[in-house]
T-cell receptor, first 113, second 113 residues
Framework: DQQVKQNSPSLSVQEGRISILNCDYTNSMFDYFLWYKKYPAEGPTFLISISSIKDKNEDGRFTVFLNKSAKHLSLHIVPSQPGDSAVYFCAARGNFGNEKLTFGTGTRLTIIP | ETGVTQSPTHLIKTRGQQVTLRCSSQSGHNTVSWYQQALGQGPQFIFQYYREEENGRGNFPPRFSGLQFPNYSSELNVNALELDDSALYLC????????????FGPGTRLTVT
């Protein structure tokens, strides 16, 4: 049962343009959402997060949007840079009494110079 | 500030053997979580430890066990290894009740032959 889904395994974007990565979830108990970035041979690195009480959070070039009614979130990167090429994971945390994260399967983003 | 470290980096074991993976938490963090990432998948939650006690477990059999030590370092033990246990094992530390972000180590790549 895949509770967090990233339906696009890969995405290619021209340098300078906007990258939009999407994520859907099914569990209404999730109350916090995070995006992680992963380079080969490294662990995931925290990028940005959003609480379920908000619909937008911005940090520099990165903005996460949350649509609770649609159970959908997206990560916008603008402008995209070659160093943004990595695998991006969407993750969700629920009010389950622990810090368990449920991850999606990831989207490989390639920025084309 | 020291980040999350894991050892060993790579490991090859034979089916039926036992393995111990180690993790040192980021300084000041009191919670450690373990994840298994199979090829092409997102990390899957194995279990979490807080104050040396298991605090939540994912859908993994009892042959996956763990320990957390007073200095917040941790071990993951897997008995009776199976071929499907081949994966990247990630350790993540966090500070419970503070921020929601988990900080990941680089992982241990386990190959079972």
């Amino acid at each position: 049962d895949q509770q967090v889904k990233q339906n696009s395994p890969s995405l290619s974007v021209q340098e300078g343009r906007i990258s939009i990565l999407n994520c859907d979830y099914t569990n209404s108990m999730f109350d916090y959402f995070l995006w992680y970035k992963k380079y080969p041979a490294e662990g995931p690195t925290f990028l940005i997060s959003i609480s379920s009480i908000k619909d937008k959070n911005e940090d520099g070039r990165f903005t996460v949007f949350l649509n609770k009614s649609a159970k959908h979130l997206s990560l916008h990167i603008v402008p995209s840079q070659p160093g943004d090429s990595a695998v991006y994971f969407c993750a969700a945390r629920g009010n389950f009494g622990n810090e368990k994260l449920t991850f999606g399967t990831g989207t490989r983003l390639t920025i084309i110079p | 500030e020291t980040g999350v470290t894991q050892s060993p980096t790579h490991l090859i074991k034979t089916r039926g053997q036992q393995v111990t993976l180690r993790c040192s938490s980021q300084s000041g963090h009191n919670t450690v979580s373990w994840y298994q990432q199979a090829l092409g998948q997102g990390p899957q939650f194995i279990f979490q430890y807080y104050r040396e006690e298991e605090n939540g477990r994912g859908n993994f059999p009892p042959r996956f066990s763990g320990l957390q030590f007073p200095n917040y370092s941790s071990e993951l033990n897997v008995n009776a290894l199976e071929l499907d246990d081949s994966a990247l094992y990630l350790c993540a530390s966090s500070l419970v009740g503070s921020v929601h972000e988990q900080y990941f180590g680089p992982g241990t790549r386990l190959t079972v032959t």
